[in-house]
């Protein structure tokens, strides 16, 4: 590859509109589906701006990765800091994140650099506070002070964060902060000591499927330029987010999707490279289960498989899929079970995780309903290579 080379790659066209509305830093102006939670930050906060005495706050954010604990928080504090301004009170908002910064000290040292222009050396970590917060005092300024992933500290660290307005009066320090943490991490550090003083736990849950269509269709609106992801590449991603109750998970799958078009030079996102993103953001297909399977199971497997190859679609229909799987068992001379046992084969399958089906509602059809199937984590052509190394080895 030359320069010239390079340089037709970088005139290629682009899926991609804005990538960085992707990134798993990035905030967006209009949070979706945390109103709930917003409001709670609201009505603990607000005192700050409408009272004289300005106290200090400390709250946590808990619940499982990928629930939008972070984004949360800095969506919250953005603009909190935006109102406040408008109310003649000026709010820094400092966010640390405890995998960069392993302690206390480092994180004390980081913000009196930032506020006094001093490294702090030979202070402690009280003394370094007390120039920071005498700072604040004496610009009429107040700090909100967001620490991700807290557990990382030690119990002793956190608990020295939230005394900082015990030592220095709530008056006086105007300082709050909220504290983020995976729910099975803050267990393992959590005191009594700490948990009084703690004004407020907020406990935010998984997404649901609605949640995350919501979420994915205005994320690569932002990301994607027109007609790149469909409707149901969007509905596609969304089980494979709810399934693993990880938003973090379907964003990233979003973001590498896109960057698998580029690659191939194509305008659109399919269902393949869904999968591939998938798999390569968290790979959860097991090959050692479908070694495990029946061969009535391995079968209605490959039913599936082929019925998605053949129409082309993210979803197949259970009737359509039955038809692949009678015409595979014609082939193989293997005798077909009635469909009430292939949807029995269905069920084993969607429980195993290899694949997701739900029932949806038909709006101009006589049946009412109908079940709907996918695949989650491995491109269907790859499944399909899989499936008749299998079939050649048991029937061959």
């Not at 906060?45 to 300005?54: G, L, N, P, W």
């Not at 006094?116 to 604040?136: N, V």
């Not at 967001?146 to 002793?156: F, Q, R, V």
């Amino acid at each position: 590859m030359d320069e010239d080379d390079i340089r037709k790659q970088f005139n290629q066209k682009s899926v991609f509109k804005n990538s960085s509305s992707l990134d798993l830093s990035y905030v967006p102006d209009k949070l979706y589906c945390r109103d709930a939670t917003i409001k709670d930050l609201i009505y603990f906060f607000r005192r700050i701006i409408e009272e004289e005495a300005q106290p200090s706050i400390n709250c946590l954010m808990f619940g499982k990765a990928g629930v939008g604990k972070t984004v949360t928080a800095k969506f919250f504090g953005r603009n909190f800091r935006n109102i406040a301004l408008e109310k003649d009170l000026e709010v820094f908002l400092e966010y640390y994140n405890c995998i960069h910064f392993r302690s206390k000290s480092k994180i004390t040292r980081d913000i009196l650099g930032k506020y006094t222009h001093g490294s702090g050396r030979g202070l402690s970590d009280d003394e370094a506070w007390k120039l920071i917060l005498t700072k604040l005092i004496n610009t009429q300024g107040y700090m909100m002070l967001i620490i991700d992933e807290a557990h990382l500290l030690s119990s002793d660290e956190v608990l020295a964060f939230l005394d900082i307005a015990e030592t220095y009066g709530h008056q006086n320090s105007r300082l709050s902060i909220i504290l983020i943490s995976r729910i099975s991490d803050w267990m393992k550090i959590e005191t009594e000591r700490i948990l009084s003083r703690l004004n407020e736990k907020i406990n935010l849950k998984p997404y649901n499927n609605e949640e995350s269509k919501q979420i994915l269709q205005h994320r690569s609106e932002l990301a994607f330029k027109e007609y790149v992801v469909s409707e149901n590449i969007i509905e596609m991603i969304s089980e494979i987010t709810t399934q693993h109750e990880n938003m973090r998970h379907g964003i990233e799958i979003l973001r590498k999707s896109g960057m698998y078009a580029d690659k191939e030079g194509l305008a659109k996102i399919n269902a393949d490279m869904i999968r591939e993103a998938s798999n390569d953001v968290y790979p959860t297909f097991r090959g050692e289960i479908v070694d495990q399977l029946n061969d009535q199971e391995l079968l209605a497997l490959y039913g599936i498989t082929r019925s998605l190859i053949n129409n082309d679609e993210p979803f197949t229909l259970v009737d359509d899929a039955y038809e692949e799987y009678q015409a595979i068992c014609e082939g193989y001379e293997i005798e077909a079970h009635v469909k009430m046992s292939f949807r029995k084969y269905v069920r084993s399958l969607n429980e195993l995780k290899i694949i997701a089906s739900k029932t949806v509602r038909i709006e101009e059809a006589q049946r009412g309903r109908h079940l709907e199937i996918t695949l989650l984590d491995i491109p269907a052509r790859k499944l399909e290579e899989l499936l008749i190394e299998i079939f050649d080895r048991k029937f061959n």
